[in-house]
């Protein structure tokens, strides 16, 4: 009778286990939500809901993580007529939403020293291995993005950090070179 009751329990632990296995995979943060809650990204939160590629953010925060660079409803404001994301094929906006993600995590001090020059990005993930990156540098304290086409933009602050996921706000739309050179 002892080992029928041992088993039980047994199983019944493991079912639990599994249970909070299965909650913790399947919670992740409310990008769209962060975004919109903090008022002055509300076009990004916009593009990234509806090209779908909140699918891909969320399935990158079970992974390495995400890093994930906005830029404000102004920095869209900004763009010339001829660059304007809206106008661009579904397909090609995704992937212009997908360049402003890493997928791997880095904390505030991380992206404060961070240098890298062929950054790949979730772009970068669904093209080529060569293509869809920007560099990575360091400006007067800051992290600055190149896209290569003469487009930059500069880490302005953080709307986010909370492991797996690091959001911060930069300066101007990154506009990858594969799309718009």
Known sequence: MGSNSNLHITLFSTFILFQLLCL???LSLDIPKVLTDNHDYNVFASFL???GVIEDFN???GDAGIT???PSDAAFGKLPESLKIETLPADKRAL???FHGIHS???QDVMKILQNSFQPTLA???TSATSFRFSLSQSQGNAAIQTGIGNSAVV???IYDQKPVAIYSISDVLLPKEIFQ
């Open 24 to 26: 913790q995979s399947t």
């Open 124 to 126: 970068t993930e669904v």
């Open 105 to 107: 995590y880095y904390a």
């Open 49 to 51: 809901s509806a090209s």
């Open 68 to 70: 994930i660079l906005v």
């Open 59 to 61: 399935k990158a925060q």
């Open 156 to 158: 302005l602050n953080t």
């Open 96 to 98: 212009v939403i997908k």
